[in-house]
């Protein structure tokens, strides 16, 4: 009764040694990792962003998909009330970003953070935020494209000075 089992056992061995060495062939082949160094960034100027500058470094906000982006604001620069159409997930590389939530930019009711700080965003929760201080800021955002940007007042520019 005991050699009707090892031919089962000798084929399930084999099996997944078949697998096992297909997948570490793909695994070798197509590894799908993404390494990016700070000297593989490269910032765009934002038009008419007073100086604000934005680097993509994986997807595209334009299109579907997740993408990953860092926005530099130089300093005492802020951006008006505005939402994006799908939550948006901002870590705090560098500096203190201000942020504040609501309809109406009120620097008075501004919340920093501090390095290492996240703040996600709402789908189509309005928010402004960006750098009321003397140092620039740099934040990571994570988000779901197509991340596009509706200002709660379309009037007004989008970028604006604070005062210092």
């Known amino acids: 009764m005991k050699t009707k089992y090892i031919p089962a056992f000798a084929s399930s061995w084999?099996?997944?040694?078949?697998?096992?060495a297909a997948v570490s062939v793909v695994a070798k082949d197509n590894?799908?990792?993404v390494r990016i160094t700070p000297a593989d960034i490269h910032w765009k100027d934002v038009p008419n962003g007073h100086g604000v500058q934005q680097a993509v470094l994986l997807g595209d906000p334009a299109k579907s998909g997740i993408y990953v982006i860092?926005?530099?604001?130089?300093?005492y620069v802020m951006d008006v009330p505005h939402w994006h159409p799908n939550a948006r997930y901002v870590t705090v590389l560098e500096g203190t970003w201000s942020t504040g939530t609501g309809d109406?930019?009120?620097l008075a009711r501004a919340i920093p953070l501090k390095p290492?700080?996240?703040m996600m965003h709402p789908a189509k929760a309005t928010h402004w935020?960006?750098?009321a201080g003397a140092?620039?800021?740099i934040v990571q955002i994570i988000g779901e494209g197509p991340g596009t940007t509706t200002q709660v007042d379309p009037g007004k520019?989008?970028?604006m000075d604070v005062p210092h």
């Open 104 to 106: 109406t930019f009120d």
């Open 129 to 131: 935020d960006g750098s």
């Open 116 to 118: 290492g700080s996240v």
């Open 31 to 33: 590894p799908g990792f």
């Open 70 to 75: 860092r926005v530099k604001f130089p300093p």
């Open 135 to 137: 140092e620039a800021v």
């Open 157 to 159: 520019t989008f970028w």
């Open 14 to 20: 084999l099996v997944m040694v078949v697998v096992v």
